[in-house]
């Protein structure tokens, strides 16, 4: 398939490939293993530039879009989603500060973003506040200058090894998820500290931490946008990004059916190599249609975006749906064609399978997904009628 991409964005694509054949296949077995954070892979991205890919020339960047974003990830994810997860999370937390935020705040962080100098998390997710995003309970209370910060995040990524967050608090309790705003806060800042690394199932090479607030004091200067438009906030910020979970769930999706395919050439039985039955071929023939498939809308949708459409929620939504679901589905029959050697650790597919799981639950579950998806098939029903 061509999908007609421009000559730079096919060097985009073939960089984030090497970088991923050369630094992340070697290394992603240990980072998983060790749990360990890939600080040298996010030195080499930065290096390559990659870390400004999707921030403004004038701030530092290389001023791409969500297509250019959406390949890079593909490609990290196609070898490692823990790798990708850190790279992703990073636009993530800076998404709010590139829409929301004033030309002063942007100067302020954003070249050290586009440097790969400083790392951002997003913090919305709390312990009693996953998919019900309007129940957040962290508080910013306004004293004189400072906005007092008192909360816990749970389950942020690059929580501890960012130095940037980007945080969603309520300001005025009485209004609901319009009394929320959002915020940036930067490591170091008193009565900022960070609970113990999860030990999580997948994305090992990533960081999960909770953001504990206890009478952090910030600068009122540091609120993006106004107070009340903190949901907006996150909401623009997860509309944009979710696109680039589908492409995690795509390039997870390639990686394994390369891994399949390779090894189904390989494995004899019954005196033929495997993939000489059609049993076989059915599966890593669905699975090569599931992929372009995702491949096409997750395509579009970017480029959809990049267009400067400002409905994005359904195509997002789908985009990431879509796109993780298939991960979900390729990764696990990649290890079922595979049998016994796939499930086990000599091979990257159990490990990829692992992965894929979270990006059905992470920056909303694919069940919100089609809560948004049918919110917005009932609007434009009413608007037909
Ligand atoms: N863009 C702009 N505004 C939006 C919006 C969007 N995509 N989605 C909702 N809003 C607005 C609504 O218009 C509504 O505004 P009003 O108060 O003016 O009516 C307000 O936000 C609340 O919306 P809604 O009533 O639909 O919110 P719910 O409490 O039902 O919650 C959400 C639904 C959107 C929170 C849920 O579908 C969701 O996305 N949950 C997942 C959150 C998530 O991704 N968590 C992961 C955290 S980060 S990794």
């Known amino acids: 398939m061509d999908y007609f991409l421009t000559e730079e964005q096919q060097m985009i694509r073939d960089l984030a490939r090497q970088i991923a054949e ?15 954070y890939p600080w040298e892979i996010i030195k080499t991205l930065a290096q390559s530039d990659m870390m400004g890919l999707f921030i403004p020339e004038e701030y530092g960047g290389l001023g791409k879009g969500c ?3 959406c390949l890079a990830v593909e490609e990290l994810s196609r070898a490692c989603v823990g790798v990708s997860t850190t790279y992703a999370a990073n636009a993530l937390g800076t998404y709010p500060i590139l829409f929301f935020g004033t030309d002063e705040q942007k100067k302020k962080y954003l070249p050290d973003i586009a440097a790969g100098k400083r790392l951002v998390a997003f913090g919305l997710t709390e312990a009693n506040a996953g998919s019900d995003a309007g129940g957040i309970q962290t508080t910013a209370k306004l ?7 008192n909360g816990t995040k749970q389950w942020i990524t690059n929580g501890g090894e960012a130095e940037i967050y980007t945080i969603i608090a309520i300001t005025d309790k009485s209004k609901g998820p319009r009394g929320a705003s959002a915020f940036v806060v930067e490591k170091g800042t ?10 999580k199932m997948g994305i090992r090479a990533s960081s999960t931490r909770e953001l504990i607030f206890d009478n952090c004091r910030i600068p009122k200067e540091n609120i993006l946008g106004r107070e009340g438009m903190g949901f907006i906030v996150a909401m623009k910020t997860l509309d944009s990004s979710r696109t680039g979970v589908g492409a995690q ?7 394994a059916f390369e891994e399949a395919v390779k090894f189904a050439r390989q494995r004899q039985q019954f005196g033929h190599p495997i993939i000489s039955f059609q049993a076989v ?7 090569a249609i599931e992929i372009e498939a995702a491949r096409s809308l997750i395509y ?10 400002k409905d994005i929620s359904k195509p997002s939504a789908m985009a990431k749906t879509f796109g993780t679901d298939v991960g979900m589905r390729v990764t696990t029959n990649a290890v079922q064609v595979m049998g016994g050697s796939g499930y086990m650790k000599e091979y990257p597919v159990e490990k990829m399978m692992r992965d ?17 998806i049918g919110q917005e098939i009932i609007k434009e029903a009413a608007r037909k009628k």
Not at 22 to 36: G, I, M, Q
Not at 249 to 255: D, M, R
Not at 356 to 372: D, F, H, M
């Open 22 to 36: 050369e630094k992340v296949v070697p290394a992603r077995a240990e980072l998983d293993e060790k749990n360990e």
């Open 67 to 69: 297509l250019e974003l």
């Open 143 to 149: 004293e004189g200058n400072e906005y007092v910060l």
């Open 190 to 199: 008193p009565g900022f500290t960070f609970g113990k690394k999860e030990n």
């Open 249 to 255: 769930g795509l390039g997870v999706a390639q990686g």
């Open 281 to 287: 071929q059915h599966m890593l023939a669905d699975m």
């Open 300 to 309: 579009s949708v970017a480029r959809y975006i990049d267009s400067g459409a």
């Open 356 to 372: 894929a799981k979270i990006l059905q639950i992470y920056e909303g579950t694919n069940q919100i997904q089609r809560n948004v």
